[in-house]
C-alpha cells in the first residue's frame, strides 16, 4: 500500500509543471483576449487574473467607477474598459453613444440586464429581460396601472405614509442631541409605501414583517458579489426573490377574487387585475382555453417585483439628496414653502389633491433638478449579444457588459449642468425639452421606465410634506454632499440631519383603511 500511495504520489508530482503550464496559458490568454477586447479605449492595462477589478469593486464601487468616470473623460471618446470576474466592461459617458445602447436592445445588439449578474439573483421572468413585441404586449398591459386615476388614488396613500414616517423621524431626531441618518429612514418609509400602494388590503401585518425581511436580504445580495453558495450573501437573496414573489402571487390571486365581484381598485394591483380580468373575459369568449400571455399569478408575482425593485432605491436616493439640496440652497426652499402654503394648508386636514399636485409647477421643477442632478442609478447596465460597432472605430465585443451613464449625460448639455438650477425646467427655459436627450434619469428606449410619472409625484409629495411639517439642518461634515453607490446614489453621510416640527400641529389625514377598503 505504501508503495502505491508513493507512486501514485510520484505520478502527481510529475502532473504539477503541466498544471502550472496551464494556468500560466490562462492567465496568458486571458491577459491577451482583454487587451484586444479594449483595443485602444482607456483602461488597466493587464488585469488581476480571473477575478479582475472585482475586488476593488467590491471593496470600494464609488472609487472603481469613479476612476471609470476619469477614464471615459480622458479622452474625446467617452469610454472606458475593465474587466469583472471574466466580464469585459465598457463604461460610456458620452450621451449619444448612451442612446445607441438604448435604442438598439434586440437580440442582435443588447440585453437589458438592469443589474450585472441580474439574472442570477431576479430569475429570468421578468421585464428587465424582456424584448421585442413580447416587452411591448407586456408595458401595454401594465399601463392601466398608471392612469391619472389610478395615480390619484397612489397618491393619497403615499401623503399617508409619508407623513407616517414623517413623525416618527421628527421624534426620533427630538429623541437625540445629534443629527439622524435619513438613508435606512427613507428606505423604510418607501418600503412601507410600496407595501401599501402596490398591495393594498392583501399584505397581512405578519406577512408585512416576513417581506421586508426578505426584502433586505434581497437588497443585501444587491450589493454583493454574485458567489451563489449556502450561506453567501448572493444565495441568501436568491433565496428571499423566490419566497418574495410566492407572497406576491397570493396577493395577486387575492387582488382577483375581489376585481371579479366588482368592487372598486384601492391600490396598484387592483387596477392591474381589473385590466387582467377583462382580458382574461375576452378570451374565454373567444374560446381559447388557456389563459392569455402575462396573467396567471405567478407571472405577475414576477413584473410586480420588479415594480419593488425600481421603487426602493431609487425614491430613497432622491428623497435624501432632496433634503440635502434643500438645505444647501435657502433661497429654493423659500420658494417650495411659499408655492405650497400658497396651494395647500396643512391646517386644512386634507389630502393634497391631484390637481393642487399640478399646480405645484416649482416644486415639480425642484424634483425634476433633483433626478438630473442626482439620477439614483448612475447607469443602466446592458450586455452586448453580438459584436456591436459602436464608433467608426470602435466595436463592442459579444459578451461585454456594457454601462451608459446616466449620471454623466446630466452634466452633458445642460446650461451650467454643475450648477443645482430648478429654474431650468421652468416654462420659460424648458430645458427638459431643449435638453431632453441628456436626462436619462429614467433611461430611454423601449426599456425607458414605465413609473416615472409615479416616482415624481411621489418625490414631489414628499417635498411639499417635509419642507411644510419640518425645521431641518443638515450637518454639513466635510464631503458630506459627496455620492456613494450604495448601490443607487447616495450622500456620503447618509444626509444626517436636524428634525423638529415646524407646523403648529400635523395635519390629520384619513388611515390608510379608509382609502383601502
Not at 391600490?267 to 389563459?291: F, N, P, V
Amino acid at each position: 500500500m505504501i508503495i502505491t500511495l508513493l507512486a501514485s504520489l510520484f505520478s502527481f508530482t510529475q502532473l504539477i509543471p503541466y498544471f502550472i503550464s496551464l494556468i500560466l496559458f490562462l492567465i496568458l490568454y486571458e491577459q491577451i483576449l482583454y487587451i484586444k477586447k479594449k483595443c485602444y479605449i482607456p483602461g488597466p492595462s493587464l488585469v488581476f487574473p480571473f477575478f479582475g477589478n472585482a475586488i476593488s469593486l467590491a471593496r470600494n464601487p464609488t472609487k472603481f467607477w469613479s476612476h471609470q468616470i476619469t477614464l471615459a473623460r480622458s479622452t474625446n471618446l467617452g469610454l472606458s474598459a475593465n474587466y469583472i470576474l471574466g466580464d469585459f466592461i465598457v463604461f460610456i459617458r458620452d450621451t449619444e453613444l448612451s442612446h445607441k445602447v438604448f435604442a438598439n436592445v434586440r437580440p442582435d445588439a443588447f440585453l437589458f440586464v438592469g443589474f450585472p449578474f441580474g439574472k442570477k439573483l431576479f430569475g429570468e421572468r421578468n421585464i428587465i429581460y424582456m424584448m421585442g413585441q413580447e416587452h411591448k404586449n407586456l408595458r401595454r398591459r401594465i399601463a392601466p396601472n398608471f392612469t391619472p386615476n389610478a395615480l390619484s388614488t397612489y397618491a393619497m396613500l403615499q401623503q399617508i405614509i409619508i407623513l407616517k414616517h414623517i413623525k416618527t423621524w421628527v421624534k426620533l431626531s427630538n429623541q437625540s442631541p445629534d443629527p439622524i441618518p435619513l438613508r435606512n429612514l427613507a428606505r423604510d418609509l418607501n418600503l412601507d409605501s410600496s407595501e401599501t400602494v402596490f398591495l393594498g388590503p392583501y399584505l397581512s401585518s405578519n406577512a408585512r414583517e416576513s417581506f421586508e425581511r426578505d426584502y433586505l436580504l434581497f437588497n443585501e445580495a444587491f450589493t454583493s458579489l454574485p458567489i451563489d453558495f449556502p450561506g453567501t450573501s448572493f444565495r441568501n437573496g436568491r433565496l428571499a426573490v423566490v419566497r418574495l414573489e410566492k407572497t406576491l402571487a397570493t396577493c395577486t390571486g387575492m387582488s382577483k377574487a375581489r376585481m371579479e365581484k366588482g368592487e372598486e381598485p384601492s391600490c396598484l394591483i387592483d387596477y392591474w387585475m381589473q385590466d387582467t380580468l377583462r382580458e382574461i373575459a375576452q378570451s374565454k369568449l373567444a374560446g381559447d382555453t388557456l389563459l392569455p400571455p402575462f396573467s396567471s399569478d405567478i407571472e405577475i408575482a414576477s413584473y410586480l417585483f420588479d415594480f419593488f425593485f425600481a421603487a426602493q432605491d431609487a425614491s430613497m436616493s432622491a428623497m435624501l439628496w432632496a433634503v440635502a439640496m434643500l438645505d444647501a440652497h435657502p433661497e429654493v426652499l423659500a420658494k417650495v414653502r411659499e408655492e405650497v402654503s400658497r396651494i395647500w394648508l396643512s391646517e386644512s386636514n386634507a389630502l393634497i389633491t391631484a390637481e393642487q399636485l399640478r399646480d405645484m409647477k416649482y416644486t415639480q421643477a425642484v424634483a425634476r433638478e433633483v433626478v438630473r442632478y442626482r439620477p439614483p442609478t448612475f447607469s443602466v447596465p446592458h450586455v452586448a449579444v453580438e459584436d456591436f460597432q459602436l464608433t467608426k472605430s470602435y466595436t463592442i465585443p459579444k459578451g461585454a457588459i456594457v454601462f451608459p451613464s446616466t449620471l454623466e449625460s446630466s452634466f452633458q448639455g445642460f446650461t451650467e449642468s454643475e450648477r443645482f438650477d430648478p429654474d431650468r425646467f421652468s416654462e420659460e427655459r424648458q430645458e427638459e425639452h431643449l435638453y431632453k436627450r441628456n436626462f436619462l434619469a429614467f433611461g430611454a428606449g423601449s426599456h425607458q421606465c414605465v413609473g416615472q410619472k409615479y416616482a415624481l409625484n411621489n418625490l414631489v409629495l414628499f417635498i411639499a410634506l417635509f419642507v411644510t411639517l419640518v425645521d431641518f439642518k443638515r450637518d454639513r461634515s466635510e464631503g458630506c454632499n459627496e455620492y456613494v453607490y450604495v448601490p443607487t446614489i447616495s450622500p456620503k453621510d447618509d444626509c444626517r440631519v436636524l428634525l423638529s416640527r415646524r407646523c403648529a400641529q400635523y395635519p390629520s389625514f384619513p388611515s390608510v383603511e379608509q382609502i383601502v377598503k
